[in-house]
């Protein structure tokens, strides 16, 4: 494991963005493609804002990414409270996203069907190999210490 010291917020999220560039360009020329589960809340708003940013938009061949969400809350995609919405303003829309690729939680339906109904968008994505995102963020804490998981791609069997 690697442990990355930052001495302030601003160094943090270039940081992270620069990581975040560097996983997706690995991906894509491993894969052809780049699967990240984003975090909700606030803390990854300034993340989302900077990788749309001009800096590193230019960076990433944008078509090949799939958005996931690792966090949402059960409310309405236009509530302010919604994660998708949040990740919509600060990154999705900026980077003139292809719906294609951008997979939100239904909220119009039960808990229990939306976990169903995106377990099943999840497979299909993944067309029958195990599910294995290539960045999976997992957000921000009090003292704004990123936490995230990249799993190892093992190819095609």
């Not at 001495?7 to 360009?25: H, I, P, Q, R, S």
Request: charged letters at 20%; one cysteine or more; proline letters at 6%.
């Amino acid at each position: 494991m690697k442990i990355n010291l930052f001495n302030t917020e601003d160094e943090v999220l270039e940081g992270l963005a620069n990581y975040f560039v560097d996983t997706a360009k690995k991906s894509i020329a491993a894969h052809g493609q780049f699967s990240v589960a984003l975090s909700g809340g606030n803390s990854p708003k300034k993340l989302y804002k900077l990788l749309a940013s001009p800096k590193f938009k230019s960076q990433v061949e944008w078509k090949k990414v799939h958005f996931f969400f690792g966090d949402e809350r059960y409310v309405p995609h236009d509530s302010p409270l919604s994660n998708y919405l949040m990740a919509k303003k600060a990154l999705l829309e900026p980077l003139e996203l292809s719906y294609r690729q951008i997979f939100p939680v239904n909220t119009s339906v039960s808990p229990d069907e939306a976990a169903i109904r995106y377990t099943n968008d999840i497979k299909l994505y993944f067309a029958g190999v195990e599910p294995c995102f290539d960045l999976v963020l997992l957000g921000a804490g009090r003292q704004f210490t990123y936490r995230f998981a990249v799993p190892t791609y093992a190819g095609p069997n």
